[in-house]
């Protein structure tokens, strides 16, 4: 019965991975769009990297959900979201990445690592038909 599909079912897939990877990094990005990213330079400067990286948040928050969300440059935008996903890891969740949550178990970065990896599955498929960059993109 799956092999019965058509092929647009695909197509109808990744643009649940969009909405999906898209709509909740935003809104991430909108919270740091209110609040800001200076909080971030400390998380920087302990590694040895300049505060302005922390500007680089509102791309892979903001820039980049959106378009993933539009289907435009989608695969570089994700990976652009990948990116700063293992930033985040990286520079405030490190110490748990081989932790268990207390409450209800599971990893403790799990949300973190699944956007991550629910963006480098967009990278590697693309954006599909539904969007408006149904051309070719840079990466493709």
Do not use: C
């Not at 400067?45 to 980049?64: K, R, T």
């Not at 405030?92 to 949300?111: N, P, T």
């Amino acid at each position: 019965m799956i092999g019965r599909f058509p092929a647009r079912s695909d197509d109808a897939g990744k643009l649940v991975l969009r909405l999906a990877v898209g709509g909740i990094i935003l809104f991430h990005g909108l919270f740091k769009l209110t609040h800001g990213v200076e909080w971030i330079r400390q998380p920087l400067g302990d590694l040895g990297l300049p505060g302005m990286l922390a500007y680089g948040a509102y791309l892979g928050e903001i820039v980049a959900p959106v378009l993933i969300l539009a289907g435009y440059w989608a695969r570089l935008a994700a990976l652009f979201v990948a990116f700063n996903m293992l930033m985040a890891i990286v520079l405030v969740l490190r110490q748990q990445v081989f932790a268990v949550k207390e409450m209800g178990g599971g990893w403790a970065i799990e949300l973190e690592a699944l956007l991550l990896l629910a963006s480098l599955a967009l990278f590697f498929t693309g954006a599909g038909r539904y969007g408006i960059g149904r051309g070719r993109t840079p990466l493709d």
